[in-house]
Structures are given as C-alpha cells and as structure tokens.
C-alpha cells in the first residue's frame, strides 16, 4: 500500500468524487467491487488492533437484564452495568417484536432501493433536521467507514416531517414515540442507582433532545482493512440501540475488545459522555466500534441518542454527587460549547472527557 505522500494519489479529489456519485457504500457494493476505494483503507495501527483475540480468557459478557424484575432489583442491575461496562442489553422492555421488526425492516427497505431513487435523499447538510450521507465526517477522517448513515433530528424540535424518506417514515415517528416512553423509564431507574430522585434528569430537560442514526454496514469485500465505525465514545446523556442479528458491535473492557453479540429481542443501552460527567465519574461511558461486515447480509443498526434540549443551560457533576471524600471530578461548561467540541473533532476515544477532567484527578 503506498504511503499517503505517494504523488499520483488525489485523497481529496477521490473523496469528493464518490460523495458527488451520492451511491453510499452500498452503491459501491452493488456495482461489484472487489477492493475497497483507498481512502477506506485505515492505518496499520487501527488495523493490527483488528487482528487481537475479542473476548479474551476471564473477561465478562455485558449484562443483559430483564426489565420485568422487581424494581429494586432492577435498578441495582442497571448500576451495576453502568459503573462496570457502560453498556447492557435490556429484554422485557414491554416494545413487541412486531414493533422491533418493523423499525429494522423500513431502515434495510431504504437503504436498499435503487440508487437512483435513494440518491435524491443524498445531503451532509443536516438543516432540515435529515440527512443521509456516507460518514457525516468523510471529508475530514483519516479515513472513512463502511457504512451509510440516515439521521433523523426528532426533539426538542422535530424534522420536516415530508423530508424523512416516506420508505421508514411511520416507522421513525412509532420507534420515537416507544423511545420517548423508554428513556423516562431508563433514566429515572438510573437516577434512582445514584440515589437522586427519579425525575431528576427529566428536570433538566435530558431527555428532550433526541436524535436517530439509522447506520446500513453493508458486505465489505475486505473488511479487514477498514472499520464500519471506528472507536469513540457518545457524547450525549444515553444511547438505546435496535440492531439486527448481523454480529459487529465491540466494546472497550480492560483493553481487549469484547464482542456484544445479538440477542433476538434486546437493547443495547449505553452511558454518555454527559452522563459520566453528570454522575462524577459514578457511570462509565465506554469505547465502542463496529467492525467491516464480512456477512452478506447487511448489519442494520437504529441509534436513538439522548441530550438535553437547552444549549445554554450549564452542565457539570450533580451537587447531590459532590462531597469531601467525593469532589467534583469536571468543571462546568454550558451543552452548546460541549456539543461544538464534539463535532469540532474526529470520532476518537475519550478526548472530549478529558477536556473537562479537573486537574486534581491527575496524578503528577
């Protein structure tokens, strides 16, 4: 593979190229490839990473608990998970299946029409609150995923409703209305973990604003040099996640990358940056990536995101989570300027967290 200061390569000129096409990835595949366009191809160290043993000898499996429990239980389940893995799956959630089908099967119809019909639904800019593009950070990675990516902005202030593509668009408005009722749910049990009071973080609007990124992994003819997501953590308050049973979700745990495997049925919830920061590090909010998609059948992905409606309200540790033995781990800072250093950034790691880590939480 030549070097990037190879002279006859245009990245820019490449990137741009296959945007304008506005085929996706999927469109790629379609056209029968067999080698991936270059500028997917990701450095040696991301992909030597790709080559070590998932769930190594002694690592635990992220929790999967039934929300049907006593609530005491499941509340003590819940913390558990969110201070140890930052992840776990939830079954019993009271969404039928039918429901959880019909959401995954509007995403896959979409994004598996003709070309020429999803082109037209094609745009990065996110405006009227849709977009659907090729990685929303294509033209600033190093290099860019495997996959396609439809996000729908649903609170506080909801898209025009006749821009979400009408393939998935009952769908979208049914999965937001079941999601709604899920995080009240969720957070207050969350809430109640750290010993606040259930509504605690409705109050402060964290369950308003809302977010869908619908991600379509199609096959990769060589999956073993690129990522379908690379690793990050969410910025935001909680993530809930439908997947299909297509397996390519890893999470971070002691250094090794566990692999979180489909469960008909389940979850996936996982901690925030915010929220790490709200509960003064009492929650963890975890790396996480996807890997290229050596299945024929396509990994289909719903992300629904958590935030706090109000760009200007300060956000900081919880005072009812401050004391003598336990201080104020970040500063406080308002969730506008948050938000602008996330997307100021490329996807990695726990930088953003870092940023907002006290000093007298380092050790010298």
């Not at 469109?27 to 366009?37: A, E, K, R, W």
């Not at 750290?194 to 991600?215: I, P, Q």
Request: with cysteine; aromatic share 10%.
């Amino acid at each position: 593979m030549a070097a990037d200061g190879d002279v006859h390569y245009d990245r820019a000129k490449e990137v741009k190229e296959f945007d304008e096409l506005k085929i996706g990835v999927k469109g790629l595949v379609d056209s029968g490839i067999t080698t991936i366009p270059r500028f997917f191809l990701h450095p040696p160290e991301v992909i030597s990473d790709l080559k070590k043993p998932t769930n190594p000898t002694g690592s635990h499996s992220i929790p999967v608990i039934s929300l049907s429990g006593e609530r005491s239980s499941v509340v003590d389940q819940i913390r558990r998970a969110a201070a140890e893995f930052g992840f776990f799956q939830i079954i019993d959630h009271g969404i039928s299946a039918d429901v959880l089908d019909r959401a995954v099967a509007a995403m896959k119809t979409f994004n598996e029409q003709p070309i020429e019909v999803k082109a037209r639904h094609y745009r990065r800019d996110r405006e009227t609150g849709v977009a659907f593009a090729t990685n929303f950070d294509l033209y600033h990675s190093k290099a860019a995923s495997w996959r396609d990516t439809l996000q729908v902005r649903l609170g506080p202030t909801p898209a025009e409703f006749d821009k979400i593509p009408e393939e998935c668009r009952r769908e979208v408005m049914e999965w937001d209305r079941e999601m709604v009722k899920l995080g009240e749910t969720l957070m207050g049990m969350m809430c109640e973990g750290l010993g606040l009071d259930a509504g605690r973080l409705k109050e402060l609007t964290c369950l308003e604003g809302r977010v869908m990124a619908s991600h379509y992994y199609p096959y990769c003819p060589q999956p073993e040099l690129t990522m379908g997501l690379t690793s990050h953590t969410d910025p935001g308050m909680l993530t809930v996640v439908l997947q299909n049973q297509v397996s390519g979700l890893q999470v971070k745990q002691d250094g090794a990358w566990l692999d979180l495997k489909p469960e008909p049925g389940a979850l996936i919830i996982n901690v925030g940056d915010l929220f790490q920061i709200m509960s003064n590090d009492e929650y963890k909010s975890v790396e996480h990536r996807v890997v290229g998609n050596p299945y024929r059948e396509a990994r289909v992905s719903i992300a629904i995101f958590f935030n706090p409606s109000t760009r200007d309200s300060s956000f900081g540790p919880l005072p009812e989570l401050i004391s003598e033995e336990k201080p104020a781990e970040y500063k406080t800072f308002t969730y506008g300027e948050f938000m602008t250093r996330f997307f100021n950034k490329e996807l990695d790691g726990k930088s953003l967290i870092n940023f907002y880590k006290r000093s007298h939480s380092h050790s010298h």
